[in-house]
Structure formats: C-alpha cells, structure tokens
C-alpha cells in the first residue's frame, strides 16, 4: 500500500525503525492531494511548505528519539478549531481572511505529539449542517463516489481521511458531526463524553453540545489519537477533571459477556433495509466476539430532533453574536452606524442556513416564547438523559445504525432542511446527554456506499466502545479498504 | 404555528440580521416547518422536570486570582477590519 493509505499506528512504527522518514511520508500525501483534491474538494487551507518544514522537524526528532506519538503524522484539522497564523475561516465569508492567535488546545496537544499540520478542511458553516453542502467554500464530495455526500458537519475532516489527504483527522460533533460524516465515508469517528477533550479555541456553536473528536482509518489509531486530545485543560471550564485511561487497553480480543442494549426506537421506519442488514450482521459478530445482547428501549428517542433543534440553534444565537465586524471578521466598511454595520456585515457574512439557526434559536429564546420553547426543550433533555442512565444499568454499550440510510447525492436535499434534520435523530441524543458514541465501518451499500454501526456508552466509557469496536472491526476485516477510484 | 412576516422581521432586528421580503418569505416557510415540527414536545408532561443547561454536572470551575501573561495588544489588533494601534476603530454609535 501507498504510505497515505496505511494507518497511524503503521507509519509510526516505520517512522520509528527508520524504515521510511517524516519527510517522505509528507510527500507522499501532499501528491495524493495534488492527485485527487479536485475531486474530493476536502481542503480549505493548505500549507505544503509549512508541511514540510514539520515533517523535516519530525525527522530530527524521530532520529534523537525524542518523538511523540503522532511524530511525522500528516492530519488535517476541521476549520473550526483556531490554528495559530494559519486561516480559520468555520466554512463562512464572515471568517473568510481570519488568522486566529493562538492554537486551540488539541491542536496544540497534536503539536506537542508532533504531528505534521497538512492544512484545514471543509465543513458546513459554523458547524451548522449534516452534509458540508452549507460551506462557504463549496462542498467535500464522497470519496467512494464524488457524486455524493459526505455527511457533517465534519464532511472535509472524514474525506481527507478516507481519500488518504491526510492519514487521520479532527473533527467535531454537536449533534452528530464526527459520526455520521465517518459513517457515509467508511471511516472510524468518536465522540467523547462531554467534558473529556478540550474546547478551548473550539469556535463554539451550541457550547453545551460541542466536543472535538478523532475521525481516523481503524480502531486504533482512534484510540492512539484519543490519548493524545484528551484530559483537564483549565482553559475551559466545562473540561472535566478526570485523568484519561491509555484508551489502547481497550483493544484486546473478545467481549467477555459485555451486554449489548439493543434500542428499538433506533430501528424505525424508513431504516434503509441495507443499512438494517449490514448493522444487524455487526450485532452478530459482536455475539461471536463474546457478546451478550437485550432488547432495550430509549422512549424519547423520538423528540430528540424537536428538542436538539431548539437548543443548538438558541445556544448557536448567542455564541454567533460576537461576529459583528468589530474585532476580526467582515465588516460593511459602508455603513456609517455602528448598528447599521453590525446588521450589515452579519447579512452579507452569513449563510443561509447559518441566519435560519439565528433567527429560530432568537425566537426561542426571545420574551414571551422562552418557557414554550427553550425551557420546555431543556426540560425533554433531561428526560433523554434519564432514559440513557436507566438504560446503561441494565448494559454496557448500546449498538445501532448511525444514520437511517446511505449518503445521498449532492443537492438532493438542499431545499428541504427539514429532511436532513430529521435524518439525525440517530445521533442527536448522546450530544444531548453528553455521552460517547463511535461509529466504525459495517459494510457497504448495494451502490458501493459504505454504511457505518453506531456504539453508544455512558459517560466516560470510552473504553468500552473502543473494545466492542475494535472486535467488530477485527472480524469484519474491511478496515484496509479504500476507495479506488478517485 | 404560522410565524408572521413582521414576527420575523422583529427577531432579525433582536439579532442584527437584515431581510429582504424574499429573504422573508422563504424563511417563514422553513420556520413554520420546523416550530410545526417541535410543537410535538407538548405530547410531554414535563411538570417538575428540571431543565438540562449542563451536560456534565461540574462546580466552580475557578483558578487562583493571580495575573497571568494575555493576549499581545498587537496579535489582538492583528484581524481588525480598522484599528488605530490601540484600539478598534468603529464609525459611531448614534
């Protein structure tokens, strides 16, 4: 295989023996990205030369032993998280020439790891979006077939990665963003509990949703990259307090009657029979790896949507308040009063569907509609969460599909953002909740369009999705595929 | 629930967005399909419910009152559409 096909855990082992050098892996994805970036469209920002001098940095590093456990990895970073002097532009005009200050948090963890920096990657605007369609900078096209989807928000994140632009990627995942996208490009994406990764230098858009997560090609690169994003940062006042496992001890061979709770409310009507089929064949094969599974029920699975869809968009409202054209961003240099450029430069800054979460998250927030609203949404959060709490006393890990059917085509649902809405009520609850959740590869579509299996855990339970996902992921033996026709 | 055009219009001025009539129209379509849509939470009895604001319970996330090193003046001008050096130049306020 190519260098850019092969994973984390195989490069840093070559890179270690000598066998290949930082440099020349480098090479090797940046002309992938020559080759193929036309089609798959997964960068807004590159930096080959930067790119280099890090690989040839990594190489002194790897040579007097001082190398991390990304040293010489070429990832790719979602646009969302601020990269000190490199553009972050959030997939939107009214961040189009921002150049933030200073590194987020995991990108400085990815740094100090020595990770080589390749460049940011598309998204929907301000994270707000299930296909990437809504960047500013145009969509990421499916690497397994460019006329597709690839999901988001983190659409750019999960097709660098399988279209080997990068060997693994950060994403992020409010209510769903990591997952489905890694789901619809065959590629592995978690979710942590909230709390776990940092979100300092995150651009925030529902604060109490967000989480930054790994979408990378196998297991175990995810765990390998969730040691290195995880842990306290007293930066951010919502990160946890709690020391993080070495997440590859969860990488062991068989289950050993780990219950599996099975949610009925996940396989509802309109669940694409493919989708069914490849999930309930994963189910099986977790059986064989030692399994035990029970028939459990998420009662309020089905207000998910309502309530998600009021609370993103009024935390979204406050949190995009602060691009006005005063300090960073685009300013209406026409306008002559100061509220005439802040109506002025939001209106030509933002997008479509970015205004459409403003204005309904002000509505729900705003006096006279608050209580009917936003509280009443809060109020079926908790219930969400209740429903997960009893459910996990009688489970460890909850197995389902990750989204109700395969990508879909480019434009297909452009009009109609109800319909994508209601396709992520597969992933909405753990955002709610604060839980984990991975998706990892279960098959493929009739149309060659893979399809992914959603494992859910209690909060801090990491480990106990990785060790289910990783035995899928041995039996299944699909892991080294990659799309071939790009 | 169908939104009135001038119940839009309101709430773009509370958050600062201009909208034109089209701009208008088509949103009030998408928002009466999604405030519609969420109506269905009324089907719950949410009586003594306390609402979620946090995921994760976390208490009093302080550190110690000492000064630390900030932003340099210079990198937080640096993005600024106009700036005098000092400060963010805006045109006024009335």
Redo the contacts between chains.
């Keep these: 295989m190519a260098l850019h096909a092969l994973t984390i855990h195989e490069l840093r082992e070559m890179l270690a023996s000598g066998q290949v050098s930082a440099v020349e892996v480098t090479r090797d994805v940046l002309d992938r990205i020559e080759k193929v970036e036309d089609k798959v469209k997964a960068y807004i920002t590159l930096d080959p030369e930067l790119a280099l001098q890090q690989a040839e940095t990594a190489d002194k590093k790897l040579k007097d032993g001082t190398g991390g456990a990304l040293c010489g990895i070429p990832v790719s970073v979602k646009d969302v998280l601020c990269t000190d002097g490199m553009r972050t532009t959030c997939g939107s005009r009214i961040l189009e020439?921002?150049?933030p200050?200073?590194d987020a948090t995991t990108v400085v963890k990815l740094k100090q790891a020595g990770a080589v920096l390749i460049g940011k990657v598309s998204m929907d605007e301000f994270a707000m979006g299930s296909t990437s369609e809504h960047c500013a900078f145009g969509p990421p096209k499916n690497p397994w077939n460019t006329e597709y989807i690839c999901g988001g928000s983190s659409g750019g994140s999960a097709a660098s990665v399988a279209a080997g632009e990068c060997i693994a990627s950060l994403g992020t995942d409010t209510g769903g963003s990591i997952r489905q996208p890694a789901s619809h490009c065959g590629v592995v994406g978690l979710k942590p509990?909230?709390?776990r990764v940092s979100r300092y230098g995150l651009v925030a858009f529902a604060s109490?949703?967000d989480q930054v997560g790994p979408l990378t090609k196998d297991v175990t690169d995810c765990a390998q990259m969730m040691n290195v994003i995880s842990g306290y940062d007293?930066n951010d006042?919502?990160?946890?307090p709690q020391e993080a496992p070495d997440f590859r001890n969860a990488l062991t061979e068989g289950l050993r009657g780990m219950k599996i709770g099975i949610p009925k409310e996940y396989f509802l009507e309109g669940l694409d029979p493919e989708v069914e089929k490849n999930v309930l064949k994963g189910i099986d094969l977790l059986r064989e790896a030692g399994a035990e599974t029970v028939e459990v029920s998420l009662p309020?699975t089905?207000?998910c949507?309502?309530?998600y869809?009021?609370i993103a968009p009024a935390e979204a409202?406050s949190n995009l308040?602060r691009y006005?054209?005063?300090?960073?961003?685009?300013?209406d240099?026409t306008?002559?009063?100061?509220?005439?450029?802040?109506?002025?430069s939001?209106?030509q800054g933002?997008g479509d569907e970015v205004?459409?979460r403003?204005?309904?998250g002000?509505?729900a927030l705003?006096s006279g509609y608050y209580d009917a609203?936003y509280?009443?949404?809060?109020?079926?959060?908790?219930?969400i969460?209740e429903d997960y709490r009893k459910v996990f006393e009688r489970c460890d890990v909850l197995v389902s599909p990750v989204n109700p059917t395969p990508a879909w085509k480019l434009a297909e649902k452009i009009d109609d953002?109800?319909s994508v809405?209601l396709s992520d009520i597969l992933t909405i609850s753990a955002?709610?909740?604060?839980i984990p959740g991975i998706s990892v590869p279960c098959g493929f579509s009739g149309e060659g369009l893979p399809i992914g299996l959603q494992i859910q855990g209690a909060?801090f339970q990491e480990e106990k999705l990785l060790s289910a996902a990783f035995n899928l992921e041995q039996r299944l033996n699909i892991s080294h595929l990659r799309p071939d026709n790009l | 629930m169908k939104i009135t055009p001038e119940e839009i219009l309101h709430v773009a001025n509370l958050a600062r967005l201009h909208m034109s009539q089209e701009e208008v129209g088509a949103m009030a379509r998408h928002l009466d399909d999604i405030l519609t849509y969420v109506v269905k939470l009324n089907e719950l009895d949410t009586e003594g419910i306390i609402p979620t604001t946090h995921a994760i319970s976390i208490v009093n996330a302080f550190r110690e009152d000492e000064v630390k090193p900030s932003l340099d003046r210079e990198k937080a001008l640096a993005n600024g559409p106009e700036q005098n050096g000092e400060s963010f130049v805006v045109p006024r306020v009335i």
């Design positions: 020439n921002f150049v200050p200073y509990t909230y709390g109490s949703l007293a006042s919502t990160s946890v309020h089905d207000y949507v309502a309530v869809y009021l409202s308040a006005d054209g005063v300090r960073y961003g685009l300013r240099k306008s002559d009063a100061l509220v005439d450029m802040y109506r002025n939001r209106s933002f205004k459409r403003i204005i309904i002000t509505y705003s609203y509280k009443k949404a809060s109020q079926v959060r908790t219930l969460t953002p109800m809405y955002n709610l909740a604060g909060h």
